[in-house]
């Protein structure tokens, strides 16, 4: 999160608008606040995956959900076009899917 915040205000000369980013993997997801433009998250977007190697895809989280799964609505920032991804922990692997 704090380097989020740092590229946050290096580059779009703004801060204290992100309260959570989640990686699961090698996918950052950015929690949008406030109706935030998606062409100003795109920027931070590219910047974290060149400053963070092990990221390679980055997806905005809108706010609220949707349907009886209470899924949320992701939207595609930046880096490979996927939702797929394995995620270790405690010498095991598992494949996550961070759409559903």
Same mark, same amino acid.
């Given at each position: 999160?704090? %380097? %989020?915040?740092?590229?946050?205000k290096?580059?779009? #000369?703004?801060?204290?608008?992100?309260?959570?980013?989640?990686?699961?993997?090698?996918?950052?997801?950015?929690?949008?606040?406030?109706?935030?433009?998606? #062409?100003?998250?795109?920027?931070?977007?590219n910047?974290?995956i060149k400053?963070?190697?092990?990221?390679?895809?980055?997806?905005?989280i809108?706010?609220?959900?949707? #349907?009886?799964?209470?899924?949320?609505?992701?939207?595609?920032?930046?880096?490979?076009k996927?939702?797929?991804?394995?995620?270790?922990?405690?010498?095991?692997?598992y494949?996550?899917?961070?759409?559903?």
């Amino acid at each position: 999160l704090r %380097l %989020l915040k740092e590229i946050a205000k290096e580059v779009l #000369n703004e801060e204290g608008i992100w309260s959570r980013i989640d990686v699961v993997g090698d996918i950052a997801l950015i929690h949008r606040k406030f109706n935030y433009p998606i #062409n100003k998250l795109k920027i931070l977007a590219n910047e974290l995956i060149k400053r963070m190697p092990g990221i390679k895809v980055v997806y905005a989280i809108e706010p609220g959900t949707r #349907n009886k799964y209470r899924l949320r609505k992701l939207i595609h920032l930046a880096g490979e076009k996927r939702t797929i991804t394995i995620y270790r922990e405690h010498g095991c692997e598992y494949e996550v899917d961070v759409e559903k």
